[in-house]
């Protein structure tokens, strides 16, 4: 018993050397130079890309690629545009989300737990396909739901068109407000439910209370919510290309698309629209991590879970319940069974009466193509090394920041978090900047699966950083520590101990970034070519020319299939006693 | 006067019902501070949330005043109850200052009065709870103790019918406790405000009701004036819960029962029969402890296995046999541990109720959870 005591001590002792104060440093020293040429280096080359003649610096500094960019009348529009759309998705999604999180957390509302399942949809419906699905339902002339409208009401064409302001707004807001109604079960759920009570005991209403007490004590979680919302939608893709370009509303990222892929490919003007972007997409989090700060100070988020208390709100309960069923509807329904008419199809018109000449000829079409069987083998792929090296590398980063006090973790922490700022459109035209650049000729991967690899393990960076820092933070020092003191190297002890205790954390964020991989079409869009393309780039591209019919019956696999995946997550994590995070 | 009458309550959870309050009846006359006091999870919150309206009770009539507010079909909303509550967390809103959260039971009141007397009222109502001069500062700048005095000033600003707490002191620390439960006996004394208090704790209990109902299990096992509780336990779980004890379980005799090895005379309920079971619960403080033999009734020997000074008393276990005795010397006393004693358990002070089976859970008392 004292034996051991002293081997204890002795132990314990032997670890505050380790890991050696040389050694520490160099480890943190070459995993900063790793991370900074990972997130840092492609920003430098897109910073300087953009003041360079034709997007290289080396040929002279010029502040033409602004003027491109910008000189032209459609400036102020451009940014109009961007904000108006911007605002429009996080006031839409908060809205949804916070309307919905509300009855589910505080109402009696009959079947409400069951909503619990809308969690997943942005997980199983990826925005390309969601985009798509809209067009179908709402464009004007040939919308399934615009053709029911106008004929009902004896209209030449539907008083409405997705092709719009508002059509954008609504098919990205909807799109986003489930991670909205993710955010705002968490804040509810941390939010003391006496609070509200205690407003009631005071002789307020249901209405007052919630208008007086509850929406202000979460108005932080409120603005932070509309505001990541926001960027998201900022950041998008989908939408501004497939609805704003064709109906004629430029925002950035359809902008930035259109100049390298317009008549010829202007990186410079490119990496001038991208910066701006950025700049826009960085001052946002700012903001965000301020109002963060800021609701911590409030205290009102405790992070202590309270007995879920509901509200009993009558008969109203019954128009809530509409309101739930209206919103899956929307959300999953429409779109999905819309995908489903239209993969069925020999051509697509809006009229029921082609389900007559239904067939599966879509899909055997489909799966016997050469291009998705390339786009979904390079997407599996792809999603797999990506995840991957992305657990690996945060692992050992989010160990360092959190277990060691070794100096330049700080940095290590920075560099690491830099990738949250550059939209994945951003990052696609930095990446170009920086590898056909001259001095990249020696790292010839342009053109190759490796830059795909490159842009997802930095995009998806700090999303294993978070998952497992969290997870870290909750792993107790001692355990470690006890790991040593039985006499295991550092390494010994990482392997055998932090591990294992982590690997629930671990396995639930290796599938995580393999889904968000797979789904990425920002950057892929621009960094594939007809050899390494990917499954999402394979729907843009199909839909771009017009193979409607094979762009349904591939949304539908991929969205059967994705549903296939998180329910193996689902049964995996609930194994391990992992939350799911989105 | 608060009424409530058979009242029933069952929770559905993913493991199946749990039958929180079963068939609780009582009467608060007006102007009483009435308390329910059990261990964790016996259903006081239930109880006390179905009075406020924030528990609908599947069965069961809750009346305040003459109304009724609860059970023949009618539900009255909490919002127009015209009840006060303090709840264990305080719940004061953190986005407001002082003078709005005790504002704003005014300000939801129909019709409103006015600004003046909103001000005039917030004013009267922070004074009573001694928050004068603060009315500006943001509540979430407020001190434990002062949001707790701020929770009730909010519940008393309106004046209303009824006051609910909810072991509002169960978050001080000991000093302020002590405090804060002499501040609101006084209070309420003073303003004769019908309350009825839920607490675990049976000291504060003691301290502070007109009456008590000690509650296990869902429901009301007795109930009376505190020292009706103390003193005369109508059974072994409450003798156990309201104070500490020592539970001497024997068969009746004729003027007592069988115990430490002889007859300890005790008072017998009417309804037991020599041979049935009783259980005699002696109290610390009613137990004599000597150095030398008096020959008094119900005096044995007994050894002394443990002496601490207290301060204020010296706390004494001494064993007669294999049974542990707990008794209450005065501090002078000089005794030493492993002498012999001579124990006497006063015959005034022995009352003997049926055996119920019920056995002290020694010196592991559970105490209230953190949710509550
Ligand atoms: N909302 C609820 N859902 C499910 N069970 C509950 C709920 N509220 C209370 N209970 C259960 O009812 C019982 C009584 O709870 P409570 O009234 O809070 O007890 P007390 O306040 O005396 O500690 C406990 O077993 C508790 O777990
Ligand atoms: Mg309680």
């Not at chain 1, 009348?73 to 839409?92: C, D, K, P, Q």
């Not at chain 2, 709005?100 to 129909?110: M, T, W």
């Not at chain 2, 007592?256 to 005790?266: E, N, P």
Request: glycine fraction near 8%; hydrophobic fraction near 45%.
């Amino acid at each position: 018993m004292t034996s051991q005591a002293v081997g204890i001590v002795a132990a314990a002792a032997r670890t505050r050397r380790l890991p050696r104060p040389g050694r520490g440093t160099l480890v943190v020293l070459g995993l900063a130079a790793v991370l900074a040429y990972l997130a840092a280096y492609p920003l430098a080359m897109l910073i300087l890309g953009t003041f360079g003649v034709d997007g290289e610096i080396s040929k002279g500094f010029t502040l033409d690629n602004f003027a491109n960019a910008y000189g032209s009348g459609r400036t102020f529009t451009l940014f109009e545009n961007s904000l108006i759309y911007a605002g429009g998705v996080g006031l839409l999604a908060l809205t949804l989300g916070t309307g919905l999180a509300w009855i589910v957390e505080r109402t009696n509302t009959p079947y409400r737990r069951a909503f619990f399942a809308l969690s997943i949809v942005p997980i199983i419906i990826p925005g390309i396909v969601s985009t798509i699905a809209w067009i179908f339902l709402l464009s004007g002339r040939i919308g399934l739901i615009s053709k029911a409208i106008s004929t009902v009401f004896g209209l030449s064409e539907a008083p409405f068109t997705i092709y719009s302001m508002p059509g954008m707004i609504w098919a990205e807001g909807l799109h986003l407000s489930p991670l909205v109604f993710l955010l705002m079960t968490a804040a509810f759920q941390s939010m003391d439910p006496s609070l509200e009570e205690s407003a009631l005991m005071s002789g307020a209403s249901t209405l007052h209370t919630l208008r007086r007490v509850t929406l202000p004590v979460l108005a932080p979680a409120l603005a932070s919510s509309a505001l990541i919302m926001a960027i998201r939608g900022l950041e998008s893709f989908e939408v501004p290309r497939l609805i704003g370009t064709p109906a004629d509303i430029p925002v950035f990222t359809g902008e930035i698309y259109r100049a390298l892929h317009g008549t010829s490919a202007d990186y410079g003007e490119a990496g001038a629209l991208s910066m701006t972007l950025m700049v826009v997409t960085l001052i946002g989090i700012v903001a965000y991590q301020r109002l963060i700060s800021r609701s911590e100070r409030f205290a009102t988020i405790t992070g202590k879970a309270y007995r879920p208390r509901q509200i009993d709100i009558g008969r109203w309960r019954y128009v809530t319940f509409a309101g739930l069923l209206l919103y899956v509807i929307l959300l999953v329904g429409l779109p999905f069974l819309a995908l489903v008419f239209v993969s069925l199809l020999p051509y697509y018109a809006p009229d029921l009466s082609l389900l007559e000449k239904a067939s599966m000829a879509n899909y055997t079409k489909t799966i016997g193509w050469y291009g998705v069987q390339r786009g979904v083998m390079n997407s599996v792929l792809l999603g797999a090394i990506a995840a991957t090296l992305v657990t690996m590398l945060t692992a050992v980063v989010a160990w360092i920041i959190t277990k060691t006090k070794l100096r330049g973790r700080g940095l290590l922490d920075a560099l690491a978090f830099i990738p949250i700022t550059i939209p994945g459109m951003v990052l696609g035209v930095a990446l170009i900047l920086q590898y056909l650049s001259p001095a990249f000729r020696i790292i010839p991967i342009y053109g190759t699966l490796w830059i795909l690899v490159i842009c997802y393990l930095i995009r998806y960076m700090p999303y294993g950083m978070r998952a497992n820092s969290s997870a870290m933070v909750q792993l107790h020092r001692e355990l470690e520590e006890a790991g040593s003191a039985a006499g295991g190297s550092w390494l010994t002890t990482f392997r055998r101990v932090t591990m294992p205790l982590l690997r629930p954390a671990l396995v639930a964020s290796w599938l995580y970034i393999f889904i968000v991989s797979v789904r990425e079409l920002g950057a892929s869009v621009l960094l594939t070519n007809q050899d390494t393309i990917v499954l999402a780039v394979t729907i843009f591209e199909q839909y771009e020319v017009g193979q409607l019919g094979m762009v349904a019956s591939l949304s539908v696999m991929l969205i059967v299939s994705l549903v296939v995946v998180v329910a193996v997550i689902q049964r995996v994590s609930s194994r391990f006693g992992v939350r799911q995070e989105a | 006067m608060l009424v409530v009458d058979q009242l029933h309550k069952t929770f559905t959870t993913d493991r199946g019902g749990v039958r929180a309050v079963r068939g609780v009846s009582f009467t608060v006359e007006e102007g009483r501070f009435y308390t329910l006091l059990g261990p964790s999870g016996c259903g006081k919150t239930t109880t006390l949330r179905s009075i406020a309206g924030l528990e609908r009770p599947e069965s069961g009539t809750i009346s305040i005043g003459d109304k009724v507010v609860s059970g023949n079909g009618s539900f009255v909303p909490p919002h127009q109850r015209d009840i006060g509550m303090v709840f264990q967390s305080y719940a004061i809103w953190p986005h407001m200052s002082v003078f709005q959260n005790a504002a704003f039971p005014l300000e939801s009141a129909k019709p409103r009065p006015s600004k003046a007397e909103i001000k005039r009222a917030v004013e009267e109502a922070l004074t009573l709870v001694g928050l004068e001069g603060l009315e500006s500062r943001p509540a979430p700048q407020l001190s434990g103790g002062q949001q707790q005095r701020l929770a009730l000033a909010r519940a008393l600003v309106r004046r209303p019918r009824l006051l609910l707490l909810d072991e509002p002191l169960s978050n001080l620390d000991a000093k302020l406790r002590e405090r804060m439960r002499i501040e609101l006996r006084e209070l309420q004394r003073k303003l004769r405000i019908t309350t009825v208090y839920v607490t675990h704790d049976q000291a504060e209990a003691l301290f502070l009701s007109h009456s008590i109902a000690v509650m296990h299990d869902g429901a009301i096992v007795q109930e009376g004036g505190p020292r009706e509780i103390y003193r005369e336990p109508a059974s072994g779980f409450a003798a156990d819960f309201v104070g500490s004890g020592t539970f001497l379980a024997g068969e009746v005799t004729s003027g007592g029962i069988t115990a430490l090895g002889g007859m300890v005379r005790c008072t017998l309920p009417t309804d037991l029969k020599p041979g049935e079971k009783a259980l005699l619960v002696l109290r610390p403080e009613n137990v004599v402890v000597r150095g030398a033999p008096e020959h008094r009734p119900n005096e044995f020997t007994g050894k002394l296995e443990i002496a601490a000074f207290l301060g204020d008393h010296l706390d004494c276990i001494v064993s007669i046999g294999d049974v542990l005795v707990r008794a209450r010397a005065h501090p002078s006393i000089s005794l030493r541990r492993g002498q012999d004693v001579f124990v006497e358990f006063p015959v005034e002070h022995c009352v003997a109720m049926r055996d119920d089976g019920w056995r002290p859970r020694a010196l592991q008392r559970t105490f209230e959870e953190d949710e509550a």
